[in-house]
């Protein structure tokens, strides 16, 4: 039920539910796992400045989960968390 209200707020903006949205989708909880859609989300709140989204998308670029493995592209996101003091990245 909670994917269902995430997905109404991320559609229309909400940095958080998009976040969490990229969340489900990624560990399968509450809608089967989805890789691409994870990061579809995760971008989407990285773009707008979620640290924890931009923690998440390096992850997804230097593991090659749901996109094409690309290491600049997890440095990039993982420099943006970090610079918003995010301590994993």
Do not use: I, M, P
């Amino acid at each position: 039920r909670a994917v269902h209200w995430y997905t109404k707020a991320a559609e229309q903006g909400q940095v958080l539910a998009q976040c969490n949205l990229g969340e489900c989708y990624a560990t399968g909880k509450g809608v089967a796992q989805d890789l691409s859609r994870a990061v579809h989300w995760f971008t989407k709140a990285a773009e707008q400045g979620n640290a924890d989204a931009q923690h998440n998308l390096g992850v997804c670029y230097a593991n090659g989960d749901g996109v094409a493995q690309d290491l600049g592209r997890a440095v990039h996101w993982y420099t943006k968390a970090a610079e918003q003091g995010d301590a994993d990245s």
